[in-house]
């Protein structure tokens, strides 16, 4: 019996049909489905610190304050929390005139007037200024030794919480915590360094403690963050747990809520994986995590079926991946020696190579273009159903297949 298959794809979903007899499993976020009133939520857990006091009551002897929030490739609901951490500071003697948000940008593209407006809300954006992270500006860096270069603003604030949510990350186990300061606000050669220590192992996706989390969070404290507020959300971006408190407390206290929405139990490797992007959609630099868990799941020699939009291409940010994602893993090491290949860009090229070793990857989009794909190695399909057909017929009749459809949060065990 034919079994239909349908992937998100952005706003919509793609289709294929498959005998259900070669189905290993389709796999999602758990729906947890608890309905929380958000402010309730988001005050009970700054009235319920981790390993700290009340906002309002660790704030009375600063001056001003700096909310490094992360930025509209995330879904954390911050037009919901900063409100209620903007009435605390105030509470605690900060009015909103010495406040200032920076948007931990890493090293994204710029947000724009009306991503920021549409992100942040009118109260947010009318009380306080918000600043993008200028990553690609060194005047607005401070050196703080050692290769690390982080937001001038932020750092000389006299007081710092970061704002971001937690899912599972291949590079340091999970986001969340001191990510908001690495890579959130510092230079790219800081992020670079960083990043390409990630390639020197495999993948950290789903372990806390490893040596990339832990320079993070060296970096966090040689800044200077004070505190954290994170959100665990469900696939359907409702809150499931709000953590407020110490940068590295709070931060461990949330992943076993994190691990029970993300992590999911697959019964065993696939021939053909099919991975959708949902929701990190808008371009490859996000679209990217969909490779790791579905790596995780897939035979060697198999194939990974990317299902994207990625509305923006490869990356506006990073047009160094266009012209060196060909590139042998020495070749890039090559020129990041050489300084002639943004580092950043490199790392991640590494990493999708070591994938494309052992491992066809398709790539499904109606909106990227085909030359786009070509360039990353990649097998351009604008059809899902041709592009498992392709696959079934390389792999055989009998191959087994699993879906992934939020892969990029998705924790396979």
């Known amino acids: 019996m034919q079994y239909k298959i349908k992937v998100p794809y952005g706003k919509g979903q793609m289709e294929c049909s498959v005998d259900e007899t070669r189905i290993i499993g389709i796999y999602t976020p758990t729906d947890i489905n608890i309905n929380l009133n958000k402010k309730q939520a988001i005050n009970e857990a700054l009235d319920f610190p981790i390993g700290c006091g009340k906002l309002e009551d660790i704030v009375k002897t600063k001056k001003n304050a700096v909310l490094i929030c992360d930025d509209n490739t995330r879904p954390t609901p911050v037009k919901y929390i900063v409100p209620a951490v903007l009435d605390r500071l105030n509470k605690g003697g900060i009015p909103d005139s010495e406040i200032v948000i920076v948007i931990a940008l890493g090293t994204h593209r710029y947000?724009?007037?009306?991503?920021?407006?549409?992100?942040?809300?009118?109260?947010?954006?009318?009380?306080?200024?918000?600043?993008?992270?200028?990553?690609?500006?060194?005047?607005?860096?401070?050196?703080?030794?050692?290769?690390?270069?982080?937001?001038?603003?932020?750092?000389?604030?006299?007081?710092?919480?970061?704002?971001?949510?937690?899912?599972?990350?291949?590079?340091?186990?999970?986001?969340?915590?001191?990510?908001?300061?690495?890579?959130?606000?510092?230079?790219?050669?800081?992020?670079?360094?960083?990043?390409?220590?990630?390639?020197?192992?495999?993948?950290y996706l789903g372990v806390v403690e490893n040596p990339i989390r832990h320079k993070m969070e060296e970096i966090a404290d040689k800044v200077g963050l004070d505190v954290i507020f994170n959100t665990v959300l469900d696939r359907n971006q409702n809150i499931v747990r709000c953590f407020f408190g110490d940068t590295i407390k709070a931060f461990r206290k949330a992943i076993p809520y994190c691990d029970f929405v993300y992590?999911?139990?697959?019964?065993?490797?696939?021939?053909?994986?099919?991975?959708?992007?949902?929701?990190?959609?808008?371009?490859?630099?996000?679209?990217?995590?969909?490779?790791?868990?579905?790596?995780?799941?897939?035979?060697k020699g198999g194939t990974i079926i990317i299902v994207s939009p990625c509305y923006e291409g490869i990356s506006s940010s990073h047009p160094s991946i266009e012209h060196f994602a060909k590139f042998s893993n020495a070749e890039l090491y090559q020129l990041i020696e050489n300084h002639k290949i943004d580092g950043v860009a490199a790392a991640l090229m590494i990493a999708w190579n070591k994938i494309k070793a052992d491992k066809q990857v398709f790539f499904v989009s109606r909106d990227m273009k085909e030359k786009d794909i070509r360039s990353l190695g990649f097998t351009p399909f604008s059809s899902l159903q041709e592009a498992v057909d392709i696959a079934t017929k390389n792999m055989g009749k009998t191959s087994k297949i699993t879906v992934l459809k939020n892969s990029p949060e998705m924790l396979p065990k």
């Open 111 to 203: 947000m724009k007037a009306d991503e920021i407006l549409d992100k942040f809300g009118k109260e947010v954006y009318k009380r306080v200024k918000i600043v993008n992270h200028l990553w690609k500006n060194p005047r607005i860096l401070v050196d703080l030794g050692e290769g690390v270069k982080v937001n001038r603003l932020v750092y000389t604030s006299d007081f710092k919480i970061g704002i971001g949510n937690i899912v599972p990350h291949h590079i340091c186990g999970y986001s969340g915590g001191a990510k908001i300061i690495q890579p959130g606000i510092c230079g790219e050669e800081t992020t670079a360094e960083t990043h390409l220590a990630s390639t020197e192992s495999n993948s």
């Open 263 to 299: 992590s999911v139990d697959v019964k065993s490797k696939a021939d053909i994986v099919i991975a959708g992007s949902h929701p990190c959609d808008l371009d490859f630099w996000q679209a990217h995590k969909t490779l790791y868990p579905a790596d995780r799941v897939t035979k």
